[in-house]
Nanobody, 119 residues
Framework: QVQLVESGGGLVQPGGSLRLSCAASGSIFSMYVMGWYRQAPGKQCELVAA???????KYADSVKGRFTISGDLAKSTVYLQMNSLKPEDTAVYYCNAGHQAGWAAGPYWGQGTQVSVSS
């Protein structure tokens, strides 16, 4: 049974930084893609950033230049460095992973970690 465990959320002031971490366990095969999604109250879940085992990355337009995704998918770990945080970044952030090629969300989800940006 695949499990994703996230850490690193919290409360930060506008302009601050946070780093999210996610580690997957229980999979026989390495993940092809891992990423971060977020869901704010009253809004749909959206892709924030994703990375493939080959190192390709994808970002939501709203976070380009502020967030950086990195990881070692051979070890099933992924990180999200979030800088210059804005109140609109407030959401529950979910780690996601899958073995399939492409950018679609994989079948594995973490439990979510709250990120709150407020003065």
């Amino acid at each position: 049974q695949v499990q994703l465990v996230e850490s690193g959320g919290g409360l930060v002031q506008p302009g601050g930084s946070l780093r999210l971490s996610c580690a997957a366990s229980g999979s026989i095969f390495s993940m092809y893609v891992m990423g971060w999604y977020r869901q704010a109250p009253g809004k749909q879940c959206e892709l924030v950033a994703a990375i493939t085992s080959g190192g390709m990355t994808k970002y939501a337009d709203s976070v380009k230049g502020r967030f950086t995704i990195s990881g070692d998918l051979a070890k099933s770990t992924v990180y999200l460095q979030m800088n210059s945080l804005k109140p609109e970044d407030t959401a529950v952030y979910y780690c996601n992973a899958g073995h399939q090629a492409g950018w679609a969300a994989g079948p594995y989800w973490g439990q979510g970690t709250q990120v709150s940006v407020s003065s």
